[in-house]
């Protein structure tokens, strides 16, 4: 759905209305109507019959375009679309997934070369279906010499995703968009770990912003969809236009879900990534520091640290990035203004120790995946090929940040009388 930004209402102000214009006179609904119809009936008037153009569909020659067919556009995903426009600050298409999305990135944009870096593994195999396909280029992200021998340059993408999977770690979007100037690239940037109000990816001269909205936009583990928001009108034209024959649409009930789930975007996200900077630093605090108190203790014990320090090897998060690194205090604040990603990593002393810790925890579900109410722990190793074997990926929920920190002493704690090593 195309636009205007109206940027005066504040971020949840935006979440809740940018899609009342949509809202059809014959229901008076607060909560939208769920639509699953996959055709719509033309007007009954034939003057009113508006058929097919040589550039396609009606798409942004009005506000509110009337539906066809489904796989084209369909009333909830179209209310899904309004919202993020307003929300990601730049016209937006919703896919069946994240993947989907990225797959539509490049297929519509066909660029001779892609660098990227490590990170989230899927947008990896997706390019090893364009190299396939029709002999794409893959070079590394932070390494410029690979970029000249290949001629990354005018039509390359340039794929950032900050902050990193699954470290939670940031990249600076701004020594990224000087290099894409400067070739003439394209910079697109899967922000998927810092969706909105904590990072705005636009204001650092990125052009595609990518969201898997399976994880924030969701929001609670129960729908797939992919988010594109791109700088050029046009650009979003023509990947609205391929959109209908990649076939890569939502579905209507996940549109609904994702509307739904939109209204509480600002409540859930800073919330995680508050409590997910507290535990972070405070399980950094334990490892780094002697054993006098920390403010953020609670019950907490002299011994229950000593256990602490018996499993637990180093936490990866932005916070503990910029205890590392000060220098990127800079970058760093300006990118994340409102917080850090809700996402972040430990790595335990042994791969036994990483195995065994998930089990002996009560408010993290072992799963894959991020983003939803509920904390989850992962052992990467599951489902990442070549993952840190010593590696635990948490995403924090919207619990009380303290009863998850208690669990995870006492599940240390228990590991470590065991004896596990
Ligand atoms: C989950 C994820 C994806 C893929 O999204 P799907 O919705 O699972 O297809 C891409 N990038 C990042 C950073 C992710 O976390």
Same mark, same amino acid.
Request: hydrophobic share 20%; glycine share 14%; net charge negative.
């Given at each position: 759905m195309t636009a205007k930004v109206n940027p005066t209402p504040s971020l949840s102000t935006r979440a809740v209305h940018?899609?009342?214009?949509?809202?059809?006179?014959?229901t008076t609904d607060v909560s939208p109507a769920i639509h699953v119809s996959t055709t719509y009936r033309y007007p009954r008037?034939?003057?009113d019959l508006r058929p097919v153009r040589p550039e396609g569909w009606p798409t942004s020659d009005t506000d509110v375009p009337p539906h066809i067919y489904s796989r084209l556009t369909s009333p909830t995903t179209t209310r899904l679309e309004t919202l993020l426009t307003q929300i990601l600050k730049n016209s937006s298409l919703c896919y069946s997934s994240g993947l989907s999305a990225f797959f539509a990135l490049i297929t519509y944009f066909r660029p001779p070369v892609v660098a990227i870096g490590p990170g989230y593994h899927g947008c990896h195999s997706v390019l090893e279906v364009h190299k396939k396909l029709y002999g794409l280029k893959v070079v590394d992200l932070f390494n410029e010499k690979e970029w000249d021998a290949v001629g990354l340059?005018? *039509?390359?993408i340039i794929h950032v995703e900050t902050p990193v999977n699954p470290t939670g770690e940031a990249r600076d979007l701004t020594y990224f968009a000087k290099l894409a100037k400067s070739r003439n690239a394209i910079l697109s940037v899967d922000a998927t770990f810092a969706p909105p109000p904590l990072l705005d990816?636009?204001?650092?001269?990125?052009d595609v912003v990518m969201h898997s909205g399976t994880k924030y936009i969701g929001g609670h583990s129960d729908m797939l969809c992919g988010v594109l928001a791109v700088r050029k009108q046009e650009w979003w034209e023509g990947l609205n236009k391929e959109r209908v024959f990649l076939g890569s649409v939502m579905g209507n009930l996940e549109g609904w879900l994702g509307v739904r789930s939109l209204r509480t975007l600002e409540l859930r996200v800073l919330r995680q990534s508050q409590s997910a900077t507290k535990l972070a630093l405070w399980l950094h605090g334990v490892l780094d520091g002697n054993d006098e108190p920390l403010?953020?203790? *609670?019950?907490?014990t002299t011994e229950d640290k000593s256990h602490i320090r018996k499993i637990l090897h180093k936490v990866l998060h932005t916070s503990t990035q910029l205890i590392r690194d000060p220098a990127s205090s800079s970058w760093i604040s300006q990118q994340y203004p409102n917080g850090y990603s809700p996402v972040f990593s430990i790595l335990t002393h042994t791969t036994n120790q990483a195995k065994h810790l998930p089990s002996k925890l009560n408010f993290f579900h072992h799963a894959t995946s991020l983003g939803g109410v509920e904390s989850l722990i992962e052992w990467r190793r599951m489902t990442h090929l070549g993952a840190d074997e010593r590696l635990l990926r948490i995403s924090v929920g919207v619990e009380t940040w303290e009863d998850l920190r208690d669990d995870l002493v006492q599940a240390m704690r228990s590991l470590s009388l065991e004896g596990v090593e």
């Open positions: 940018a899609d009342d214009p949509l809202n059809t006179p014959y008037n034939p003057n340059g005018e *039509g390359s990816p636009f204001q650092f001269g990125v403010p953020d203790d *609670g019950p907490t």
